[in-house]
C-alpha cells in the first residue's frame, strides 16, 4: 500500500498534506520522473544563488539575513532528502498507532486519548500559525520599499531592475521558494516533537492498563490474558519508537547543527542592528520558529524517556499478588523487558534530551559573542 494514497492518518494529517503537495512522498515512493523532482529543483535553486550572495550587500541587515537563509536552505534541502529515504516507513508508524489506539478501554484511558489528541491539534496548530507568521513577515515586507527590492537578499545572474518583466519573473520564483521551503519546514519540523508526544501518551496508555489488571470482576485466566495483550502492546511500543527513530534521527542531527547558529545570527541582528518595528516583529517569529524546531523535540525527547522508565513499576501496581503462577512468571518476564534504557538519538550520537537543548543554547552565545567580537561590537 502506497502511503499517499492512505487516508486514515489523522495524528499527522497536516504535516501529511505538506509533504504530499511539496512532493515529498512521491519521491519518497520512487517516482522521480515527476512534477515532484521538478518542484524540488525549482524550490532548492535559489540555495546556491543565496550562497554566492552571503555577505555581499552594504547592508549589515541584509548581510546576517542572507547567511540565515542560506544556512536554513542548506539544512531543508538536507533534511528534506533524509526525510525521502524513510516517509514510506510512515505507514508502518499508521498500523502500530492504530494498533495501540484499538486497545484503548475504560473512562481513564479514553479520557486520556481524548486530551492526547487535542493536544496533538494544538501543537500542529501552533507550526502553522508560527510559520505563517515567519512567511508573512519575510515575504511581504518589499511591497512597503520606496524602491524595487526582492524578498530575499541573493546574487541573480542579470539586472533584474531594468525590466519590470525580469524583476516580476524574479519576484514569483522567490515567493514560490518562499510557500514551498516554509510548508517543507512546517512538516519536517513539526512531525518529531508530534511523534514523540504521541509515543509517551501511548506509553503512559500502557502503564494504565497494565496498572488496572486484577482490581475488576475478571477471571484469574482473563486477567493473565490481558497482561499477555499488554506485553504485544509493549512490542508494538517498542517497535514504534525505533521505526520513528530511524525516521527522524539524521534530519534531526543537522538540525542540532545549525539551530545554534541561526539563534545567534537571529539575536545578532536582532540587538545590534534591527532598528524597525517590522523587523523586530519578523527576527521575534524567526525566533520563535527556531525555538520550535528544538525545544519541543528535545522535551518530548526527555518525556519518552521518563514514561519507558515508569513503565517498569507499573507491572508491580497491578494486583499481581492474588494472580494464578503463570501470570506472576509473564509479569516477571515483562518486569525484566522494560529495564532496558530507551536512548532516542539524533544521528545515533546526539541525545533527543533538554541537555541538548541547553547545549545548542550555550552555543548560540558562544557563537554571538564571536560575531560581536568581530565587528567591534562586544564592547
Not at 56 to 63: A, G, H, Q
Not at 261 to 268: D, G, R, V
Not at 331 to 343: H, S
Not at 353 to 365: P, R
Amino acid at each position: 500500500m502506497q502511503l499517499s494514497k492512505s487516508q486514515k492518518y489523522d495524528y499527522f494529517r497536516d504535516q501529511l498534506k505538506a509533504w504530499r503537495i511539496c512532493g515529498a512522498l512521491d519521491l519518497s515512493e520512487g517516482r522521480y520522473c515527476s512534477w515532484s523532482m521538478l518542484l524540488c529543483i525549482l524550490v532548492y535553486l535559489p540555495a546556491p544563488m543565496l550562497l554566492k550572495g552571503v555577505y555581499s550587500f552594504d547592508d549589515p541587515v541584509e548581510n546576517n539575513f542572507s547567511l540565515s537563509l542560506t544556512i536554513t536552505s542548506l539544512s531543508n534541502i538536507m533534511k528534506l532528502s533524509m526525510y525521502v529515504a524513510q516517509l514510506t516507513k510512515l505507514f508502518e508508524v499508521q498500523r502500530l498507532i492504530g494498533q495501540l489506539d484499538a486497545r484503548v478501554a475504560g473512562e481513564n484511558q479514553s479520557e486520556r486519548h481524548r486530551n492526547m489528541t487535542a493536544h496533538l491539534q494544538r501543537m500542529s496548530k501552533l507550526f502553522q500559525i508560527t510559520y505563517a507568521l515567519v512567511f508573512i513577515f519575510a515575504a511581504v515586507p518589499f511591497v512597503f520599499k520606496n524602491e524595487l527590492s526582492l524578498p530575499m537578499p541573493m546574487w541573480i545572474p542579470f539586472d533584474w531592475k531594468s525590466s519590470m518583466v525580469a524583476y516580476i519573473g524574479v519576484l514569483v520564483f522567490q515567493e514560490i521558494g518562499y510557500i514551498f521551503q516554509i510548508m517543507q519546514s512546517f512538516a519536517a519540523d513539526s512531525f518529531p516533537p508530534l511523534a514523540l508526544y504521541l509515543i509517551s501518551e501511548q506509553c503512559q496508555l500502557l502503564i494504565l492498563r497494565i496498572s488496572e489488571i486484577g482490581y475488576g470482576s475478571k477471571t484469574l485466566e482473563e486477567n493473565e490474558q490481558d497482561l499477555v495483550n499488554c506485553i504485544r502492546d509493549q512490542n508494538a511500543l517498542y517497535r514504534l519508537l525505533d521505526v520513528t527513530k530511524s525516521v527522524i534521527s539524521y534530519p534531526m542531527m543537522v538540525q542540532f547543527m545549525v539551530n545554534g547558529i541561526n539563534i545567534a545570527i537571529t539575536l545578532f541582528v536582532q540587538i545590534f542592528y534591527v532598528e524597525t518595528l517590522y523587523d523586530r516583529i519578523y527576527y521575534l517569529c524567526f525566533l520563535l520558529g527556531i525555538t520550535l524546531q528544538t525545544f519541543p523535540l528535545c522535551y518530548y525527547g526527555t518525556r519518552v524517556q521518563d514514561s519507558f522508565a515508569e513503565l517498569h513499576y507499573a507491572v508491580f501496581c497491578s494486583n499481581w499478588v492474588e494472580q494464578s503462577a503463570s501470570y506472576r512468571r509473564h509479569m516477571l518476564i515483562l518486569a525484566e523487558r522494560t529495564k532496558r534504557t530507551q536512548l532516542l538519538l539524533a544521528g545515533n550520537l546526539v541525545p533527543i534530551h533538554m541537555s541538548t537543548y541547553v547545549a545548542c543554547c550555550k552555543g548560540a552565545y558562544s557563537f554571538f559573542t564571536l560575531m560581536a567580537d568581530r565587528d567591534g561590537l562586544g564592547s
